[in-house]
C-alpha cells in the first residue's frame, strides 16, 4: 500500500500542483506584460460616459481600482497577492454587476458547464469507444467503412464550426430546436418536470454539437486499438476454441482496448472543456463561456482572470479525481 | 517525387486530400489577381445572392464574398503555417531533450508538457488576445503555437527514447560525437516524416483556434481571414436576415480545409506504416 502511494499517488499529487502553478502563473503575467493598462482602459471608459471629475477623484479612483485588480505594490507582492486569490477563489466584486463577487457569478455559471461538459463528453466517449469497437472488430464489413468515413469527417471539424452549423440547421432552417438560452426567456428556474424537460430539450443542440465532434475521435482510436488487438494471438486462440464473437469483443478485446482510452480521457478533459466554452457562446448558454464573452464585451478584468483562475482549477480537479479512480479499472495498478 | 506518385496511386484519401490542395492553393493564387482590395467595402451592390457576377453573393458591406474569401483563405494558411512551424520548434526541444536525457530531466519536462496537455488552452488564449486586442494575424500564429506543442512533444519524447536504444545511437556515442550531433544528426531525421503528419493536424487545429478567436472578435477585424469573415457575418445577424451565402461559404470553406488537412496527416501516417510499405510491395510484384 505505502509503494502504491509512492508510486501512484506522489506523481499524480505533483501534477496537479503543477498544472495550477502553470495555469496561474501564465495567468497573472500575460496582463503584465501587455501595453494594455487595465486600470487606465477603465478610467477611459469612465471618461467616455461622460463623466468629468476633479484631479483628486480621478487619483483616487484609480487607487481603487489598482486595489481591485491586485495591481498595488512591486511585482513579487502582487504574485503572492493573486496566489491568495487563487487559493480562496476570492476575485474581489465583479465591476460590471458590481457589488455581486466574481466567486458568485462563477457559481451561479459553473453547473451549467460542468453539466453540459460532462454529460456530452460522456456520452461521447462511450458510444464512440463501444461503435469504435465494434467497427474495429468488424473492420471488413461495408457499414464498419462507413462508419469511419463519418468519423473521419467529423473529428477534424473544430467545436464552434460543428455548433454554428448545428445552429443553423436545427434551430434556423428547420426549427426543432431552441436557438439559444437554458430555459424558455422570461421564465423563473423552478423544480418541476415542465421546466426540467425544457432544460432538457435546450441542452440537446449545444450537447449534440459536442458529442458528434468528440465522438470521432474516440471512435477512430478505439477502431485503431481494436484492430491491433483481434491479430493478438490470445484473440485467435479464442476464436480457435469456438468462442462466440460476442464474447470476445466485449469481454476479451474491448476490455483491454479501453483502458488506452480512459486514459486519453483524462488528457481530452481541457480540450473538451474549450469546446463547451465556445459552444456556450454560440447558444447563449448560460455557463462560463457565456459569463467569459460578457466580460470581455464590458472589459470586466476581474471576472476574466476569476473565470479562467477557476476553470484552470476546476479541470485539473476533475483530472485529479479521475485519476484517483482509475486503479479501480486497471487491476495492473493495484497489484504493482 | 516517387512517394507522392505512391501515394497518389494507393490512397484514395491521398487523392482527395490532394484535390483540396489544388483548389485552395487555386484561391490562394487568385488573391493575388483580386479585383478589390482586401479592406475595400461599398465596391459592389451590397446583399446580393450567389448569381454567375458574384459566385459567393455579396454580404451586407459590399463586398465579394468570393474575393474576399481568397484573401482569407491566403491569411489563414499563413496563419497555420507559422503557428505549426513554430510549434514544432518547441516540440522538437522539448521532446529530444527529455527522450535523450531521460532521468529526472526527462520527469520535470514530462510534468511541465502534461500540464499544457491538461490545461484548458481556450480560456488562456482569450485573456492573452483580449489584452493584446487587434493583434495581427501572424502574431496571433505565435500566441497560438506557444500552446499547441505538447501533444506532439509526448510524440517525438517516445520516439527518441527507442531511437536512444539502436546500435546506431550507441556507436555514435563511443565515437565521440556529443548529445546535440547525435539528437540532431542521427535522430532528427527518423522524425522528418513524422514531422510532417504532424504540422498538418497542428495547421488544422490552428486554423479552427484562429475562427474560434476571431468569432469572439478577438482577431483584427479589419484583415480577412476565415474567422474574420465569419465574425462579421454574425455581427450583421446573417442569419436572421436570410443572408445564408455569408456564412455559408466561409463555413463550407473551412471544413473543406479541416477535412484535407486531416486526410493528409493520416495518409501520410499510414504512409509511413511498414505493414503499409509491405502491402504496397507484395502489390507491386502481383501486377
Redesign the interface.
Known sequence: MKQFLLIYLA?RL??YV??IF??VT??FF??RF???DPVESMMAKVEGLGMTMDPESVARMKESLKDLYGLGGSLPEQYLAFWKRAVTLDFGPSLTSFPTPVSALVKRSLPWTLGLLATALGISWLLGSFLGGVAGYFESRKWSKFLEAGA??M???????SA??M??LLA?VFPIFPVGGAYPFGTLPEFSLGFVLSILQHAILPGLSLVLIGMGWWFLSMKAMISRVVAEDYVTFAQAGGVSSRKILFSYAMRNAILPQVTSL??A???V??GA??TE?VFNYPGLGLL??KA??TGDYSV??G??VM??VA??SA?LILDLIYPLIDPRIRRK | MDALKKLLKHDIRFRWAFGIFSVIALMVLLSFFSPYGAREWNVVPATQPPSLQHPFGTNSMGQDIFWKLTFAVRNSMILAVIAASVSRVIAIIVGLVAGYLGGIPDRILMTVNDSFIIIPILPILILLSTILSGIPFYYLGCIIALFGWSQDARLIRSLTLSLRERTFTHTAYYSGMGMMKIVLREHLPYMVPILMATIMSNMLWAIGMEITLAVIGLAKVETPTLGVIMYWASEYNSMLTGTWWWLFFPISLSVLIFIGLYMFSTSLNRFLDPRTRLMMISERKSE
Open positions: 506523481p505533483v501534477q503543477v498544472v502553470i495555469g501564465v495567468a500575460a496582463p501587455s501595453p494594455v473521419m469527417m473529428y477534424p471539424i473544430p467545436y464552434f464550426i454554428i452549423a445552429q443553423i434556423y483524462f488528457m478533459i481541457g480540450s472543456f474549450s466554452i465556445i457562446v467569459l464573452r470581455i464585451a476574466i482572470m473565470v479562467i476553470s484552470i479541470i485539473a483530472v
